[in-house]
């Protein structure tokens, strides 16, 4: 089984600011939450909460989307685009996304990309989390809860922040853009 991080590794960017940025677009309403989101941002720089609750401050602006589900199938009927190349030319069904981002976000492209597995932040209509955000360590034990017997044959990310899932895999690899090379590994399997 491959494992891949989503945002910046097979999506040219970062999906959740992208769709943030869309729904603004769309519904310039959002705006009037920015006080919150600041605050949100204010507080967790201060480590007065943790990278959970400060997302949950960011999300705050879906409360102003009516239907939820429409507006990200729309999103990715214009940012499917950005799903990268190399990426596609060696996706299988059996391939696990996992990502910081909003599960809500990405079933659709996975449904799309036929990838059946996704293990990413739960956050419901209102911006809440259930459970922790799927980061770093967190990323790992997600995936040990979801797979406990399963194997990673290759991992690929972005972000040395997810040496927790590199020490998992058979081979891990770090991705740069369309450049991909061996992990810079300490310690795990390597």
């Not at 199938?73 to 996992?98: A, G, S």
């Not at 995936?143 to 590199?166: H, L």
Request: glycine residues 6%.
């Amino acid at each position: 089984m491959n494992v891949y991080d989503f945002d910046g590794t097979i999506y040219h960017g970062d999906s959740t600011i992208d769709f943030y940025l869309y729904c603004l677009i769309r519904r310039p309403k959002i705006i009037f939450c920015l006080p919150r989101q600041l605050g949100g941002t204010l507080a967790y720089a201060l480590g007065k909460c943790d990278k959970t609750r400060w997302k949950e401050s960011f999300f705050c602006f879906l409360t102003q989307i009516d239907d939820l589900h429409t507006e990200v199938c729309d999103f990715w009927d214009q940012h499917e685009k950005k799903i990268r190349e190399w990426y596609l030319d060696q996706k299988q069904e059996t391939d696990v996304i996992i990502s910081a981002s909003p599960a809500f976000l990405l079933w659709e492209i996975c449904r799309r990309l036929k990838v059946r597995h996704l293990i990413a932040s739960q956050v419901d209509e209102k911006g809440r989390f259930s459970g922790k955000n799927c980061y770093g360590k967190q990323k790992a034990a997600y995936f040990g809860e979801r797979f406990p017997q399963n194997s990673i044959d290759c991992f690929y990310s972005d972000s040395v922040s997810d040496q927790p899932m590199a020490r998992l895999a058979a081979a891990a690899y770090l991705v740069d853009g369309e450049r991909i090379c061996q992990w810079p590994f300490e310690g795990g399997k390597k």
